[in-house]
């Protein structure tokens, strides 16, 4: 979807033509997912279906970051689980800071077990909801910045970056790791009870009771995330529906923030610097502003999708910067197609849906399955989905059993054998 | 410009298409329908998973569901595979003997591939979406914590095989495995009266090893001994040389080393230990992570003459054990050995069944009622079920033979009664746990 | 003074296991540009196979069972080879120029070698065994109809479906009549056990300084390899080509070197390292299926920081990698810095085996910074601007 650029000046009617209907698309596969969908599973008898689908559309987010840097710059990152990780533990920290005042100990409870008696001073700014909100965003974002900064100044770039961005993994994974008394270790921030927004929840509390039922039949769930019940049980069906509204929404927006990026100007540069940096460089542009700004924008993505993944899984660890998790990550955009938006959205989905579907089924050799799509993905469809269903599947289905395409002239050059064999020597 | 443009009708168009269909969703709202509507005055329980009772009635069928929740995949599947072995076995010794309330007992296994998030994902989809009754699984204290929310939220039941560091008592979870006093405190006192009084820790890098450690130091010095020095290996990691420079240097003359490396670490430690000539005369090490099935796979050239310490080994004399041991080899090979974790996970299943006979259903809160004060004639002795969830148990005192297995040198008359908040941390100084009277619950004041 | 002599040697040891994990990622992705990221699980089968060699030799008794290492050195060699030039010309030979691409569908590969090791039984080899012989032997005895070209793709939507359903059928058939004896895991999930030959326990005692005879024979085993290598790159044609190859693949090709044949063997060369790495680590740490994701990222740090393209750049990385992460988790410099308390405090926080790495990691980073083209970067003009 829109990723050719095409020329401003007559072309505006159908551009615009074309962006409303994406709009009206993406508008209306966003309130099917966020209205139909829940109650649909839930009559299936598959409730927990809709926990997933909101974690995965969360991770949905991560790719759209993912695929911005990847897709469209070329940067291969591998240590995006480190940011996302980030977003997940700004957010976690606010929740274990939900203590209830009567409890013996202000402190969250794992840390008695380490000896450490009072907060650290890195924690207490987190009491605060707007600091951590803002935290979810900025964290990840100023980080991925001065990342990007320090190594795109240098030049580094290809497989080097990838390999650098593996070693800030293994720094931050140790470290979450190691510092138990801070961190809670390899548990991770787990055992989130309540929720609390202060004055943001004084006003739903009529809306409260219906929306009680799981059912979705009222529209007023859709108001629910602006105003909230404070000292919210975070687990309840309610609280996590609205997490998966908010994530619905996130996404859709990240799409939209993803979507603007790359059609403009800005757009045509990373793919300029994906396909020829130095070109760029001497057109009279700095990639590296560009690419530092693009890694962050990244880098805020995934701490949002880490913070909105955290709250519906309950649970963060420094298993999320494990560098599987983030080679996964790219792998989800590799199988939706890179360079494409809705790829990396349903890729993510996708892949995630699929590998849960597959553990249930074989829960002892599943990875085989999950080592042969990426190595299938890879070899036979190295544009992802996406990419194929745009180079004409209907073709290829024909072209493989046997009806030949209508060619206009040379039918020998098309048909002859002798030439396909010259012709496919010459490629290889 | 376009860009702009695009904004401004995103938002127009965006927010009268939102407008729109929400004056469609409130002008048909339809009525609740039935299957998914919650009762209004069911106050803080959400419609679905949180009436388990009727969950689990409507199951039905002529199989009771159960799930089987373990790593098969990743690092931890090294352990936990053989597990969900002996829970396989459990199970398929009581549906031959006609089963459970005259149904077959059919498993649901998955896969937690030794990563948290996926443990807790896989927890609500054996309670919604498989009706499973219970639960056996875990085998990380991090993977019972990320599954624990869940089984609270909804009411739920899990069985826990393994050893652990205690300061947790749910109402939702039966521990089979060894709470601190019923392994490690045993294991110090015998330490300090047989081998010696200075200790290095030595321990993986997480709550397991850190807690137990906790606990050590506490008790050594109340009673006289002294830790020369502790460390901790991340998981999964296997350069020990650092370690062993230090050990060397806290005890040149030789002491006792506590051992809570879990997993691979525990290999690389040992062959560092032995080429470093740390052998087990000058050096005894206590381990409480290794059993049999780690004996296997560290080389047991490496382990005579350690020792570890545990509540069941394979050579346990007992007819029980005869019969398990028995069954699991010809399950699964003769070459295949017994452990502590295994039998924990073997009883647990016994344990369940009784309580669901003895409550005449699945339902969660009666059996749950029924299984406090269960006993059952176990491999290691006859164990009971106490009132705080956890397990009285035998405590026993390995050496490593020349076969790879255990030579028992030490174990208790009778069960040990478990105490979960530890007594050593001053935090939990003075708690218990009771859940057999509803006003003590999980954590009260002695 | 033998405290100093500890630290070099420990430093030197954990190097040279370093060193000898790397060396054939060193050639793949050094000489190739590949990045193979199963080449850890390449070093697993070197591991396992010197598993299966042990217990082969210990059935033969004693002179045998002594001597086990060197047969596993080189079965362990063949192995890893064997298995690298599958992964080449299966996989990676699609691929060159890609290498991000390669960088996915390796870790794809090393998923299934991973699971594999973890399921591997008789069923399993021998449907593999069947699959193999009908497709692929199919494909040879159809290749040669004269209009093979035209039916290739229905011979290949046939002979697929059928090759594995008769595979699979004989292996349910095999499980069903022979019950545990074909259906039982070769190796488990569980690790297994490698003990080292009994020449090999203890070690050579230097005062209180004792150096361990298995880390003195890792670090013997780690120089043979690189004279072996060297001898090869500059003393043989094909150690030629391949550098010719690697310096410019199109002038190569131009003057009659079979650049393809020179990719399977250089790749083949490679995997094989990786395979005796594996025999190396197996007498260290565990054997287990996950034995390989340890060592993969640590052998990637050796060979970028030493400059790509140059082996002498991974020795030297190596070592300095291996002797910083000892001094920094042993606290070996806590005598040195006694004098201040801001600096004790720094060796203090940093002296565990979790915030070592934190601070090897961290300081690869800033090193990169200053030379990011590693110890010994490529030297030459490029277009790159």
Not at chain 1, 353 to 382: D, I, M, N, R, Y
Not at chain 3, 243 to 271: E, H, W, Y
Request: aromatic share 12%; glycine share 10%.
């Amino acid at each position: 979807m829109g990723d050719e650029v095409l020329p401003k000046s007559r072309g505006m009617k159908p551009q615009q033509k074309r962006l409303l209907i994406e709009i009206a698309v993406v508008t209306a596969i966003a309130l099917i997912v966020i209205l139909f969908v829940p109650p649909m599973l839930v009559d299936l008898g598959q409730a927990s279906r809709v926990n997933q689908l909101g974690r995965f559309l969360a991770l949905a987010i991560v790719a759209l970051g993912i695929d911005l840097i990847w897709g469209y710059t070329g940067l291969l990152s591998l240590g995006h689980g480190i940011l996302f990780a980030l977003g997940g533990y700004a957010i976690g920290m606010y929740l274990k800071l939900q203590i209830p005042p009567n409890a013996s100990i202000q402190l969250p409870e794992f840390m008695s077990l380490y000896d450490v008696k009072e907060l650290p001073g890195f924690w207490k700014p987190f009491y605060s909801f707007p600091f951590t909100l803002a935290a979810v965003v900025l964290l990840p974002t100023l980080l991925g910045g001065l990342l990007g900064y320090l190594v795109f100044r240098n030049r580094i770039k290809g497989v080097y970056f990838s390999i650098l961005t593996q070693a800030a993994t293994i720094v931050f994974f140790n470290f979450f790791n190691g510092q138990q008394g801070f961190f809670n270790g390899t548990n991770g921030l787990t055992d989130f009870k309540t929720i609390n927004l202060g004055r943001w929840g004084t006003c739903i509390q009529s809306f409260y009771p219906s929306i009680k039922s799981w059912n979705i039949n009222s529209w007023r769930l859709v108001v629910a995330p602006v105003c909230w019940i404070s000292k919210e049980d975070i687990n309840s069906e309610q609280t996590q529906f609205i997490f998966y509204t908010l994530t619905v929404l996130f996404l859709v927006a990240a799409y939209a923030l993803c979507r603007w990026l790359t059609s403009g100007r800005f757009g045509r540069l990373l793919v300029a610097i994906r396909d020829d940096e130095p070109r760029v460089r001497f057109s009279g542009y700095n990639p590296t502003t560009f690419k530092v700004v693009v890694f962050a924008i990244s880098a805020g993505l995934a701490g949002i999708a880490g913070a909105l993944y955290t709250v519906q899984t309950g649970l963060i660890s420094p298993k999320a910067m494990d560098i599987a998790f983030s080679i996964e990550m790219v792998i989800w955009v590799a199988v939706g197609g890179r360079a494409s938006l809705s790829g990396a959205v349903l890729g993510a989905v996708l892949v995630n849906f699929a590998k849960s579907f597959l553990s249930e089924q074989f829960a002892a050799t599943w990875l085989f399955f999950q080592g042969g799509l990426f190595l299938l993905v890879v070899l036979v469809l190295p544009d992802g989905l996406v990419g194929w269903l745009r180079s004409q599947p209907i073709q290829q289905i024909k072209t493989f059993i046997g009806i030949r395409p209508q060619v206009a002239t040379y039918p020998r050059i098309e048909e002859d054998p002798e030439i396909q064999r010259e012709r496919e020597n010459l490629e290889s | 410009m376009s860009h702009q443009i695009g904004r401004r009708k995103f938002i127009l168009y965006g927010s009268a298409a939102l407008g729109t269909s929400l004056l469609l969703k409130a002008c048909t709202t339809p009525p609740p329908e039935s299957g998914t509507a919650s009762t209004p005055g069911a106050g803080s329980s959400p419609a679905t998973g949180a009436s388990p009772v009727s969950n689990t009635t409507s199951g039905g069928g002529d199989t009771i569901k159960v799930g089987i929740l373990h790593s098969l995949s990743g690092t931890m599947s090294i352990s936990e595979k053989s597990v969900v072995d002996a829970e396989q076995l459990a199970i398929e010794e009581i549906n031959a003997a006609g089963g459970v309330l005259g149904k077959q007992i059919e498993a649901v296994v998955e896969d937690g591939n030794s990563d948290w998030p996926t443990f807790a994902e896989k927890a609500k989809k054996l309670i919604d979406q498989d009706k499973v009754v219970t639960v056996f699984g875990c085998w990380t204290s991090a993977s019972r914590k990320a599954v624990l929310p869940v089984f609270e939220q909804k009411k739920h039941m899990l069985w826990y095989p393994v050893q652990y560091e205690g300061q947790e008592c749910s109402q939702n979870i039966f521990y089979t495995g060894a709470a601190p006093n019923q392994q490690i405190e045993p294991a110090v006192d015998w330490l300090l009266q047989n081998k010696g009084k200075e200790f290095f820790l030595v321990g993986s890098n997480y709550v397991f090893p850190k807690t137990a450690n906790t606990i050590i130091k506490a008790q050594l010095a109340a009673k006289g001994g002294k830790t020369v020095g502790e460390d901790y290996i991340p998981l999964g990691n296997t350069e020990v040389a650092p370690i062993i420079a230090k050990i060397k240097k806290a005890l040149p003359n030789g002491g006792v080393i506590f051992n809570t490396l879990n997993g691979d670490s525990n290999v690389a430690f040992f062959k560092g230990m032995q080429e470093a000539g740390l052998t087990p005369d000058k050096y005894p090490t206590m381990s409480v992570s290794v059993a049999e099935e780690e004996i296997k796979a560290i080389g047991k050239e490496y382990l005579v003459g350690h020792y570890a310490a545990w509540n069941y080994f394979q050579t346990v004399d007992t007819p029980a054990n005869k019969k398990f041991v028995e069954a699991f080899k010809k399950k699964y090979g003769d070459d295949r050995v017994t452990n502590d974790p295994m039998e924990a996970a073997y009883i647990m299943v016994y344990l369940w069944k009784q309580a669901v006979e003895k409550a005449k259903t699945t339902d969660l809160e009666p059996v749950r009622k029924a299984a406090i004060g269960q006993t059952f004639d176990a491999p290691e002795g006859q164990v009971t079920l106490e009132n705080n969830h956890h397990l009285s148990k035998f405590v026993r005192i390995g050496e490593v033979a020349d076969d790879g297995l255990f030579k028992i040198v030490f174990e208790t008359k009778t069960a040990v009664k478990p105490i979960p908040w530890n007594q050593f941390v001053a935090d939990t100084k003075g708690f218990a746990c009771d859940w057999s009277d509803p006003n003590k619950g999980g954590k009260y004041k002695v | 003074m033998l405290e100093v002599l500890e630290v070099i040697f420990n430093g030197l040891s954990t190097g040279a296991v370093l060193l000898i994990s790397s060396l054939g990622l060193a050639i793949v992705f050094g000489l190739m540009g590949v990045i193979n990221l199963a080449h850890g699980e390449l070093i697993m089968l070197g591991a396992y196979t010197t598993f299966l060699v042990q217990n082969v030799c210990k059935a033969f008794g004693s002179p045998w069972k002594e001597s086990y290492i060197f047969f596993a050195l080189i079965l362990a060699f063949i192995v890893g080879a064997i298995a690298g030039l599958i992964l080449e010309r299966g996989v990676i030979r699609y691929l060159y120029g890609r290498p991000l691409e390669t960088l996915l569908a390796t870790w794809g590969v090393s998923l299934i070698l991973q699971q594999f090791v973890r399921t591997v039984n008789w069923v399993l080899v021998i449907g593999i065994a069947i699959f193999c012989l009908l497709f692929f032997g199919g494909l040879w005895v159809l290749n040669r109809l004269p209009n093979f070209q035209q039916i290739r793709k229905w011979v290949i939507t046939v002979m697929l479906p059928l090759s594995i359903g008769i595979a699979a059928v004989t292996g349910g058939f095999l499980s069903q009549t022979y019950k545990l004896a074909v259906t039982k895991p070769w190796f488990g999930a569980q690790g297994v056990a490698v003990t080292a030959p009994k020449w090999l326990f203890g070690g050579l005692n230097i005062g209180t300084l004792t150096l361990p005879y298995v880390r003195l024979f890792i670090i013997a085993l780690t120089i043979a390899c690189i004279i072996a290598l060297y001898l090869f790159f500059q003393r043989t044609s094909w150690g030629l080509r391949i550098r010719a190859v690697t310096q410019n693949r199109s002038m190569s090709a131009c003057l009659g070197i079979p650049t393809q044949k020179v990719d399977a063997l250089t790749f083949a060369l490679g995997s094989g390292l990786a395979g005796v790495a594996g025999v190396a680590i197996s007498l260290l740490g565990s054997v287990a299926p996950n034995t390989g994701q340890n060592y993969i990222v640590n052998t990637f740090m050796v060979v970028v920081v030493g400059g790509v393209g140059k082996l002498v750049g991974s020795i030297v990385a190596a070592l300095a990698i291996g002797t910083i992460d000892y001094i920094i988790a042993s606290k070996a410099l806590l005598p040195l810095v006694a004098a201040s308390k801001p600096l004790t405090d720094l060796v203090e926080f940093f002296g565990s085996t979790d915030m070592a790495k934190v601070m090897v990691f961290a300081l690869i980073i800033v090193f990169l910074q200053i030379k990011p083209g590693g110890l010994f970067p490529e030297k030459g003009r490029t277009v790159d601007a």
